[in-house]
């Protein structure tokens, strides 16, 4: 035997070999007396160095399987400690079972013998009778990924399973140790045997119901712990449902096994440490169904190449087109209140979880069960998209908005910009009525639900239609509409990279969809459904996934709206906002005042400079149109807190999908601040593809917007004027030029109004 070449654990420093000290062992135990020499076994091997093979009475374990012991065992720990034997019966009194793993050496083979050494917790001479066994075992494989990976693998088919008395045939013998406790050693013969792969781990599971033939005398049975430690973990299943992390054990288990086996190699047969999830790649997603709240840790996911993650939509200046620690899951459209076939709105995303990371995802149409999405298959893919504004760069949750087709499968991988955007979180499914395109009567399009649609008068084009509605720019020289003294001041929580919701006071339509409200960011940004991105003048206009999308950006930078006492020249520096005018002519007005910014001039961060308040504004206004209007500005802030793109402003606006936006500052902002004085129109065209009669570009003398030009708008125009409200040349201030200006367009129709 190779005992120097082996670990055990600590064990008494003699082994009973006198009969008269078995005697009076077995004595105490109420044990009859030793078996006769005749019923021993002639290859019985003692458990200490330096014993030689022979003969031995009842009191030493021996091997009964022809194997070498040596190179084939892990044998039991003699004598015995009490409370080291785990309960394995899967049936009968407990529905624990016990699985412990094995290393087959390099040459592999057929085992048609094992053994396994175990106790009934009886006293010696008293065990139940042999033919109560009804052994059970079987050699599994070990779960190959998922949050089991390296367990036993009970959701496969076995390598190979037996049942006493069907194919395997058990003998055993019962040994009683010095200190009167029993053990039973059994040697199993294997009808056809099982071949085993060399250099592979296997698990071998081995219960025993104590249910033969006199079920009412069952008992429990315990496997025992060997002397040898491979690897000193086993595993249990506790309710019969398969083994888990949380059911490890202490401790190997003894048991030998008819091959070779790499006893000192068992220990890379352990699962890894921090295994990756089940829905870890795509061709395992996890399945899941209509509106849901899904919890799932991405820690231990890894970004699999190859996974649908090369196309051009999830890539962005400065970010990486893989989705890092990815998880999958296999959605099924369905909805309360939905059929097979309906069109239908969802949105899916981490945004509400407990644990904000800085998201990224993908929605693809999907390929078939196991298989992989392609660029072709992909919907959409974003990067941070919430409708909040979180106080830091690195905790922003993202989500999409799509159509889907109730009954057709779709497939999210949910991960994180960065490998270290990871943790618990939960993926938040919605199901609501599909929007679609709706001709107004006045000729304009929005893209709103049937239902809303019908309120308007309008008529649906259909689920999932759009309007295309786009924007068109120019330059001016508009004089603010100064709401200093009027408008009501919003709140900050920090008034440092951070927004606040204010109501627009009518429905707004951007880029063809319906608001009522809008997220004000300190930064200089309008935001509707969209979060705030936190460094304003990171990434420029258009850029996709990156948040923010569907906003405004009207001088995008650093700013603060610290007390007067940190900035003495922000004294006052507010934001607000107001609704002026009267339908269908109301404009939503915001206004950054006296406001400065975070690190200005070229001071450090935080630290007051002079010269550096300014005052803008931007104007939405119920038909569509935009305006940003500048007052005094000072030199962008020296360096942007975040992004590659160096200093200045980023202005412009910008759709949900990037598509259609206008950049009016360039990849790298503006270096020199708008001139004071300045401003700019974006004139809004809701049907540029003519879908609804009379559409296209807004009419400005069709002042009721009715969608034709007539006697009514005279008359409502007039109304207007003698109220002082029709600044219809939007110079802020509502006088005979007006009057002249639309009576110029009334009584000569330009191209949108013919």
């Not at 760069?393 to 993202?398: E, T, V």
């Not at 003048?537 to 700013?559: C, K, L, M, Q, R």
């Amino acid at each position: 035997m190779k005992f120097g070449t082996r670990t055990y654990r600590s064990r008494l420093g003699f082994i009973v070999a006198s009969a008269g000290l078995v005697l009076a062992a077995s004595a105490l135990a109420g044990n009859p007396e030793p078996r006769p020499i005749a019923d021993q076994d002639s290859r019985v091997q003692y458990l200490r160095p330096g014993q030689k093979i022979g003969p031995t009475p009842r009191g030493e374990p021996v091997v009964l399987c022809t194997a070498d012991e040596s190179n084939s065992c892990q044998v039991l720990e003699f004598p015995r400690v009490a409370g080291t034997s785990y309960g394995s019966m899967g049936g009968g009194l407990s529905t624990n079972v016990v699985a412990d793993h094995f290393r087959v050496g390099g040459f592999g083979g057929t085992a048609v013998q094992l053994c396994w050494w175990g106790t009934y917790g009886t006293a010696c001479g008293a065990e139940p009778t042999p033919d109560n066994d009804h052994f059970f075992v079987r050699i599994l494989a070990r779960t190959p990924s998922g949050d089991n990976q390296g367990l036993p693998d009970t959701t496969s088919p076995p390598i190979a399973a037996f049942e006493q008395g069907v194919n395997m045939v058990v003998t055993r013998r019962d040994i009683c140790d010095v200190n009167a406790r029993a053990t039973t050693e059994y040697t199993a013969t294997l009808t056809g045997g099982v071949t085993l792969e060399p250099n592979t781990c296997y698990f071998l599971e081995v219960r025993n119901p104590v249910d033969g033939v006199n079920p009412a005398g069952a008992t429990n049975w315990f496997w025992s712990r060997t002397g040898l430690i491979a690897d000193d973990i086993s595993y249990r299943d506790l309710e019969g449902t398969g083994y888990t992390p949380a059911e490890a054990a202490a401790d190997d288990r003894a048991f030998c096994v008819g091959v070779t086996l790499d006893l000192f190699g068992t220990q890379s047969c352990l699962p890894p440490v921090n295994p990756p999830p089940s829905n870890d790649t795509c061709a395992k997603p996890l399945a899941i169904s209509g509106p849901s709240m899904t919890s799932f840790d991405n820690t231990n996911a890894t970004a699999t190449p190859g996974e649908g993650q090369d196309n051009a939509q999830c890539v962005a200046p400065g970010v990486t087109a893989a989705i890092e620690r990815d998880v999958w899951f296999d959605w099924l459209a369905a909805g309360p209140g939905f059929s097979n076939g309906d069109t239908v709105q969802v949105t899916v995303g981490t945004c509400g979880s407990g644990l904000i990371v800085d998201s990224k995802m993908a929605v693809y149409r999907s390929p078939g069960a196991g298989n992989c999405p392609t660029n072709a298959d992909l919907i959409d893919c974003v990067d941070d998209y919430c409708g909040l504004t979180p106080v830091n760069d690195a905790n922003i949750a993202a989500t999409i908005t799509f159509n889907a087709v109730v009954g057709q499968r779709y497939l999210f991988q949910v991960g994180g910009a960065g490998p270290g955007a990871s943790g618990i979180q939960t993926l938040f499914v919605s199901v609501a009525n599909a929007t679609g395109s709706c001709c107004l009567p006045s000729g304009a399009c929005t893209e709103v639900t049937a239902a809303r649609c019908a309120t308007l008068t309008g008529a649906y084009g259909g689920d999932g239609t759009t309007c295309g509605s786009s924007y068109s720019s120019s330059a001016g020289a508009v004089a603010i509409e100064d709401i200093s003294a009027t408008g009501t001041a919003l709140s900050f929580t920090q008034g440092d990279d951070d927004g606040a919701t204010a109501s627009v006071g009518f429905p707004f339509n951007f880029y063809g969809k319906e608001f009522s409200s809008a997220l004000v960011g300190v930064n200089g940004q309008v935001a509707f459904g969209s979060p705030l991105y936190t460094f304003a003048n990171t990434w420029p206009i258009g850029t996709h996934p990156v948040a923010p999308n569907s906003y405004a950006a009207v001088a995008a930078d650093d700013y603060i709206t610290f007390p007067a006492a940190t900035n003495e020249e922000c004294t006052g520096g507010r934001i607000l906002t107001e609704t002026r005018g009267t339908s269908p002519n109301r404009r939503f007005i915001v206004q950054w005042n006296n406001i400065c910014h975070f690190a200005p001039g070229s001071l450090p961060p935080g630290v007051p400079g002079d010269g550096d308040a300014s005052t803008w504004q931007a104007i939405f206004h119920e038909n569509g149109n935009i305006e940003f209007r500048y007052q005094t500005m000072s030199n962008p802030e020296i360096a942007p807190t975040g992004g590659a793109n160096g200093p200045g402003y980023i202005r412009g606006i910008e759709s949900d999908s990037g598509a259609g936006s206008i950049d009016l500052s360039g990849p790298s902002g503006e270096q020199t601040p708008p001139a004071a004085g300045s401003s700019v129109l974006f004139t809004y065209n809701s049907d540029p593809g003519n879908l609804c009669p009379g559409g296209g570009p807004v009419c400005a003398c069709d002042w009721n917007q009715s969608g034709q030009v007539n006697s009514q708008d005279y008359f409502d125009f007039l109304v207007n004027f003698f109220n002082n409200d029709a600044d219809y040349n939007e110079d802020n201030v509502t006088n005979s030029q007006d009057f002249f200006d639309f009576l110029v367009c009334f009584f000569d129709l330009p191209d949108p109004c013919m």
